[in-house]
C-alpha cells in the first residue's frame, strides 16, 4: 500500500481562450477507472455542442491504468498532451477533460499540443494539488505519574496528539506518518524507560496542499 502521493484535491475548472477558441479544463480525483469515465460522461453531456471533449486519465499506484483520448483532434495532440502534464507534475488518481469551442483559426498540430497542455496545468491549479500522507494511530498507555510528560514531548513534536482517554491508565492516541511509526515507537520506549503499552492502530490518509 502506497504511503504517500500526489493527488488533486478535488474538482477545479479553468478557461482559456487561444486563437478565439475556448479551451475549458475540467479536473478530478478519481480512484478508479468507472470513476474517471463517469466525469468523462458528465462533462461531454453538458458540452454537447462541444467541438471536442478530450480526455486522459491516470490511476493506481503504477499508473497502470492510463488513458488518453483526442476526441476528432489530429492524432496526438490532446489527450496525450494532456496525460504527459498529469505524469510531469507526479499526480496519481486523477482525471481531466478539456472541452474546445473551435474559434474559426486553425492552431496546427504544435499549437494544439500546447493549449491542451496549458489547459490542463491550469485546470490543475484550479483543482490545487495535495499530498495524501498515510498516518497511523498509535496508542501509548502509561500510568498517570508519566501523563504530563508525554502529553508535553507529543505536544511539542511534529506528531499529532489526537485525545487522552482516562481509565485505570491513560491512553494518548497519537497520528504517527507511516514510516515513522517505528521511531515513534523507539522514542515512547525510550521516554517511559519500557513501561509504556504501545498498540499500533488503523491508518488513515491526511492531505497537505502543496502550495
Same mark, same amino acid.
Given at each position: ?177 507511516? +514510516? +515513522? ?31
Amino acid at each position: 500500500m502506497r504511503s504517500n502521493y500526489l493527488t488533486v484535491k478535488g474538482f477545479g475548472e479553468q478557461e482559456i481562450i487561444i486563437s478565439k477558441s475556448h479551451f475549458i479544463a475540467y479536473v478530478e480525483r478519481a480512484e478508479t477507472e468507472a470513476e474517471a469515465l463517469a466525469f468523462i460522461d458528465k462533462i461531454k453531456k453538458m458540452h454537447p455542442q462541444a467541438t471536442h471533449n478530450c480526455s486522459a486519465y491516470l490511476i493506481g499506484e503504477h499508473d497502470n491504468i492510463q488513458k488518453a483520448n483526442d476526441d476528432g483532434e489530429p492524432s496526438g495532440t490532446a489527450g496525450f498532451p494532456m496525460l504527459e502534464v498529469l505524469k510531469k507534475q507526479g499526480l496519481k488518481d486523477t482525471v481531466v477533460v478539456v472541452t474546445r469551442y473551435f474559434g474559426g483559426i486553425k492552431l496546427g498540430g504544435g499549437g494544439l499540443i500546447r493549449a491542451y497542455g496549458s489547459a490542463t496545468s491550469e485546470g490543475i491549479q484550479a483543482a490545487q494539488v495535495v499530498w495524501r500522507k498515510l498516518h497511523r494511530h498509535i496508542r501509548v498507555t502509561i500510568d498517570y505519574t508519566l501523563l504530563g510528560k508525554i502529553e508535553n514531548e507529543i505536544r511539542q513534536s511534529s506528531y499529532t496528539l489526537l485525545h487522552i482517554e482516562y481509565g485505570e491508565n491513560v491512553e494518548v492516541v497519537t497520528a504517527v506518518l507511516e +514510516e +515513522e511509526k517505528d521511531n515513534f515507537v523507539n522514542w515512547m520506549t525510550d521516554l517511559t524507560s519500557g513501561k509504556a503499552l504501545i498498540s499500533l492502530e488503523e491508518t488513515h490518509f491526511v492531505e497537505f496542499l502543496t502550495t
